[in-house]
Antibody, heavy 119, light 111 residues
């Protein structure tokens, strides 16, 4: 089983861009079929952000689709999340995850990284 | 797409059973047998317990079981143990527009 570790700035200014990276260890990133990001804002249900397949197919949550990009760097065994034009509503704990189970959004998870949007 | 509804809390004594419900709609839980359950303990990564309504992930004790009826899915933990104290979340596939929706979460306490 792979291990996942999120990293990135814990504070982002409003209207700025949130960029997070998920480092995969203990195996090849390509051993998993889908690379996923999920977030959970305080007091709310987790929210699926989107996923990228190892064949290059991306799917995003419709409310976020215009602002989100998930990309991969296989040479570094990591994948990334970019979220543009952030507001306070984007304050959340962000989790990266992977899965090879069809129609299951996440199998292996990272521990999450908190991100606050504030000036 | 609204979150799936779970009770905020559930509890039981060691050895007892507890069942957590996850209520959606005909657009998600009711239409697809693609409900997953996760366990999340403080400071740890969430852990996948069950996928496809009732398929236990490898290594998950058979005390954990899943089922579904109509628009509601269920997670049952039998023979509760202290280590089962955690937050539990469901998620369902919701079609190729919305993809996945999560539940509101249930805190299970072992008395």
């Amino acid at each position: 089983q792979v291990q996942l570790q999120e990293s990135g700035p814990g504070l982002v200014e409003p209207s700025g861009t949130l960029s997070l990276t998920c480092a995969v260890s203990g195996g090849s990133i390509s051993s998993e079929n889908w690379w996923t990001w999920v977030r959970q804002s305080p007091g709310k249900a987790p929210e699926w952000i989107g996923e990228l397949s190892k064949s290059g197919i991306s799917n995003y949550n419709p409310p976020l689709k215009s602002r989100v990009t998930i990309s991969v760097d296989k040479s570094k065994n990591q994948f990334s999340l970019t979220l543009k034009s952030v507001t306070a509503a984007d304050t959340a704990v962000y989790y990266c995850a992977t899965t090879s189970i069809n129609w299951c959004p996440a199998d292996q998870w990272g521990r999450g990284t908190p991100v606050t949007v504030s000036s | 797409q609204s979150a799936l509804t779970q009770p905020p809390s559930a509890s039981g004594s060691p050895g007892q059973s507890v069942t957590v419900s996850c209520t959606g709609t005909s657009n998600d839980v009711g239409s697809y047998n693609y409900v997953s359950w996760y366990q999340h303990q403080p400071g740890k990564a969430p852990k996948l317990l069950i996928s496809d309504v009732n398929k236990r992930r490898s290594g998950v004790p058979d005390r954990f079981s899943g089922s579904k009826s109509g628009n509601t899915a269920y997670l049952t933990v039998s023979g509760l143990q202290a280590e089962d104290e955690a937050d539990y979340y469901c998620t369902s596939f919701a079609g190729y527009n919305n993809f996945y929706v999560f539940g509101t979460g249930t805190k299970v306490t072992v008395l």
